[in-house]
Nanobody
């Protein structure tokens, strides 16, 4: 059974940094793309970044380019999201997700971790 468990969410001041981690288990993820999403209160869930497990190819939403970095550690089966220059608008629940590379639907989701950025 696939499990994705996020950690690292916290309260941080604007301009600060935070690193989120997603521990993936339950299968081999070599054919998967891992993604980070977020959902703020009253808003739709939105895509942040993704990375292919095998080759580490990345893609980012425009609003995080230059501030957030996604990475994966294949030995530890983790996916990380380094977030710098945080803004109050970054306040949201952050989710890790997985999909088969080449498909569009994310089949597996974590439970989310809360990030709160104070002004």
């Amino acid at each position: 059974q696939v499990q994705l468990v996020e950690s690292g969410g916290d309260l941080v001041q604007a301009g600060g940094s935070l690193s989120l981690s997603c521990a993936a288990s339950g299968r081999t993820f070599s054919s998967y793309t891992m993604g980070w999403f977020r959902q703020a209160p009253g808003k739709e869930r939105e895509f942040i970044a993704r990375i292919t497990w095998n080759y580490g190819v990345t893609d980012y939403a425009d609003f995080v380019k230059g501030r957030f970095t996604i990475s994966r550690d294949r030995a530890k089966n983790t996916v990380s999201l380094q977030m710098n220059s945080l803004k109050p608008d970054d306040t949201a629940v952050y989710y890790c997700a997985a999909r088969l590379t080449g498909t569009t639907r994310y089949n597996y989701w974590g439970q989310g971790t809360q990030v709160t950025v104070s002004s």
